[in-house]
C-alpha cells in the first residue's frame, strides 16, 4: 500500500536529523566569536549569565552549570548525602549514565516499572520496592511529559523520601501551571544537542535549597574541573558542524559518513564506552565552558518559541496518533522533547522512515547497552520490557515543519496498514491494550 506517492522522489528532498534542531545559524555566529577570543572560552561572564536565566525560566533560586546533566544528578545526589547503603527508587526504562551516577556514590540504584499506559514512574510498583534504605524518589519527565507531581509527592511524604526531579527531556514543561524542576528538592536538566536546547553538550543543577546550593557550589568549585581551552573549542565546532550537517537537505549524505566514522569521529561523544558498561571515565566531573553557557544563555531567552513549534508539531503527529488517555496527566503541559508513537512492528516502522528521517532510539532498551552491569534483572520491569521494543519517537525541533510531520505520521500509518493481517500489526497508543496487560 503506497498511498503517499513517497519513496525514489524523496532522494534529492529533506531527511531529518534527530539532533542539530535547536540552534540557529545566528548561534554559529556567536560560537565563532567565542573562539576568537579564545581567553574567554573557558571561563567569563557567560556562565554566571546562563545560571541566573536558567534559574529564572525554572522557576528557583539557584542552578549549577556542568559539563553534563548526570554530573548535576551527581552532585545533587552528593549534596543530599546520598552514599553507601542507601537506595534511589528511579524509573525504567531510562539511560544507563543515571544509574551510574547513583552507583558511583556507593548507593543502589532499584529500578521501578513505568506505567502501563504513561512512560513515567508506576508508583504503585514503587511501593512495592521500598525497603528502610530507600532515600530517594527520582521521577522522570519521559519526553517531556510532566509526572503526576501531586501523587509523586503524597508518596514521598508517606514514605519520608526526598523528590529529585529528572528533566532532561521536559525543559519549559510544566505541571498545573509550574514547570518542572520546580517541584522536588532539586532536578537535574540536560543541554546535549537531542535536547530542548544545546549547549552542544552540558547540564544543569537547579534547587530552591539554600543549604543543598551552598554545598553544590561547593562541589561545582571544588571537586569539578575546568575542560582545557581546546576542548571548549571542540565543543563549539561540533555544535556548528551539527548545525550545517543536520540540515534537512544535507543530512542524507552527511548520516553515512556520520555512521561510517563512528567511534573514530573526532568531535566530543555525549557518552562514553566506558559509561556504557557501568564505568566511571577518570575526567568525570567537569563544569559547563563559558562558550557554551553563551549558547545556553541565548537558547533560553527564544525557549518560548521553541516550544512552541514543539507543541504544534505534536498536534500534528497526535492527528494521526492521538496518545492513549492518561499518558499526559491532568493539568501538565508537555514540552514535546520527542513525540513517541507505539507500533508492534517497530523494526517495519523505522525502515519505512528511514528514508526520511531518523527515528528516535531513546529508550530502545530499558538501560541501554548493558543493563546487566549495573544491576537490572531481566523480567523485573515488565511494562518498561514491553515499551523498549514497541515505540519509536518522532522529532520535534525547529527543522520538522508541519508538511514533514504530517508525511512521518503517514508513513508509520502506511507501514501498520501494510501489516495489518500479519501477527506484528503496529498500533498507535489509542488502539493498543496497556502494554503489561494479558491479550
Known sequence: ?????????????????????????????????????????????????????????????????????????YGILRSLGVGEGDEVLMQVPTHIVVANAVRYLGATPIYVDCGRVSFNID??????????????????????IPVDMDGAHAFADAHDLIVVEDCVHSLGATYKGRPTGSFGRAAFFSTEETKMISTSMGGMATTDDPDLARDLRDFHDQACARPGTWLAAQYLIKLMAYQVLMGPRIHRYARPVYDMLGRFQPLPKPVTEEEYVGGKPEDYLQILTNGQA??????????????????????????????????????????????????????????????????GTWFSQVLSNSPESVGYVQGSCPNAEATIGHVINLPTHGRVRPDDARRLAAIVQEACADARSGPTRPVSASQEPALGAKP
Not at 40 to 69: P, Q, T, W
Open 294 to 359: 553563551r549558547m545556553g544563555l541565548r537558547q533560553v531567552k527564544r525557549l518560548d518559541d521553541n516550544l512552541e513549534h514543539r507543541r504544534m508539531i505534536a498536534d500534528v503527529y497526535a492527528e494521526t496518533f492521538p496518545l492513549a488517555e492518561g499518558t499526559v496527566p491532568a493539568g501538565a503541559e508537555p514540552s514535546w522533547c520527542r513525540y513517541p508513537v507505539r507500533v508492534k512492528n517497530r523494526a517495519l516502522a523505522e525502515e519505512r522512515l528511514k528514508p526520511y528521517a531518523v527515528p
Open 1 to 73: 500500500m503506497k498511498t503517499m506517492g513517497y519513496g525514489k522522489r524523496n532522494w534529492f528532498g529533506r531527511h531529518l536529523a534527530l539532533l542539530g534542531g535547536t540552534t540557529s545559524y545566528a548561534d554559529c555566529v556567536a560560537a565563532t566569536a567565542s573562539m576568537l577570543q579564545p581567553g574567554s572560552l573557558v571561563e567569563g561572564r557567560f556562565i554566571e549569565e546562563y545560571e541566573r536565566a536558567f534559574a529564572e525560566r525554572v522557576g528557583v533560586d539557584h542552578a549549577f552549570s556542568f559539563c553534563n546533566g548526570r554530573v548535576g544528578l
Open 123 to 144: 508508583l504503585e510498583d514503587a511501593q512495592r520496592r521500598l525497603t528502610p534504605r530507600s532515600k530517594v524518589l527520582l521521577v522522570q519527565h519521559t519526553y517531556g
